[in-house]
């Protein structure tokens, strides 16, 4: 089944608009800044989020000019944090492409990620919406937060599925489920029809962002993510939680705690990775997803009344929670 062409079958013209105009955004004359943006653009991806946003305007209304500016201004902001998180992270890779900081230099990153901020303050303010400029500021203090908060969790040493949920919450599904309130906003959407439409897009964050950490436990060349490599910039997500928590075995214990000190070496991720597939670690995950898939499909059934959106938002849920890249 082809997910992505169902997803976006209602919202063709509309996507091709909303590319256009961030696009555009993405354009300056100054050599070096110039070539930054270019190599940022030549990314493209599946534009998951802004296509969250067009279909909820629609789905409440139409996608209005206030709806697609709103996008741009959001998936600029996702990509200037994106941008910042490399440097953080000192990841060399993003999407199987070279990181803007490994391209040039950390400089130039955290530079380029701020101009793409201020760009993304730019578009917003273009909807003249106060409710809407008020959302996207908060998003950007929500994944701050879940960024410093997943750094302070490398350092206390702690192993918390609550806490782990806490930063996947902030650090993702916040952007996902602001995607999906700003687009009922623009539409006119009612108090209680904005309320389910950001906790559809919470979900749907959640879901991506574990499906992502499971990629972790499994070679991947096509995302530019290795197997252990979360582990290896001190992150633990779900799957190892679940099974050293489960198992509260000393030995592993004693490697996640090196994981999070950074003094893990290679192998001893190679074996906390397969004692996470082996103790049930993989099937939680998913068991979890299902859970969220099932909640998310809730707002379908009780607040989509259009059948091709209903169409298209089953498809996304099903390929956020399949999805193999």
Avoid at 11 to 20: A, D
Avoid at 43 to 60: H, S
Avoid at 305 to 310: T, V
Wanted: glycine share 6%; hydrophobic share 40%; aromatic share 6%.
């Amino acid at each position: 089944m082809d997910y992505l062409k169902e997803i976006k079958s209602p919202i063709v013209n509309e996507l091709n608009e909303f590319v256009t105009l961030f696009n555009q955004s993405l354009q300056h004359t100054d050599g070096t800044l110039s070539q930054a943006l270019e190599h940022i653009r030549q990314r493209g991806g599946k534009r998951m989020r802004p296509i969250l946003t067009l279909l909820m305007a629609i789905n409440f209304g139409e996608v209005s000019l206030v709806t697609q500016n709103a996008a741009v201004g959001l998936e600029l902001l996702h990509t200037a944090s994106l941008v910042h998180d490399d440097v953080v992270d000192e990841s060399q890779e993003r999407r199987g492409q070279a990181s803007v900081n490994a391209s040039y230099n950390n400089k130039v990153a955290v530079l380029v990620g701020d101009y793409i901020l201020s760009t993304a303050l730019l578009r917003v303010a273009y909807t003249s919406n106060d409710r809407i400029i008020q959302s996207l500021a908060e998003l950007g203090r929500t994944l701050s937060k879940g960024e410093i908060l997943q750094l302070n969790n490398f350092i206390d040493g702690g192993i918390s599925e609550e806490v782990y949920y806490t930063v996947i919450q902030q650090k993702t599904a916040s952007l996902f489920a602001t995607c999906a309130e700003i687009g009922a906003i623009s539409a006119h959407a009612s108090a209680e029809e904005i309320a389910a439409a950001t906790e559809f897009g919470n979900a749907v964050g959640m879901i991506f962002q574990i499906r992502d950490d499971i990629f972790d436990y499994y070679d991947s060349k096509e995302i530019g993510k290795p197997t252990g490599n979360d582990m290896a910039e001190g992150k633990l997500t779900l799957p190892a939680i679940y099974a050293l928590r489960h198992t509260n075995d000393a030995v592993m214990l004693k490697i996640a705690k090196k994981v999070k000190n950074h003094s893990v070496n290679a192998e001893e991720i190679a074996r906390l990775v397969a004692f996470s597939k082996d103790n049930g670690g993989i099937d939680y995950a998913v068991q979890k997803m299902s859970e969220l898939h099932q909640n998310a499909q809730v707002f379908i059934e009780n607040h989509v009344n259009k059948s091709e959106i209903a169409v298209s938002l089953k498809a996304y849920l099903d390929y956020v929670i399949q999805r193999n890249v």
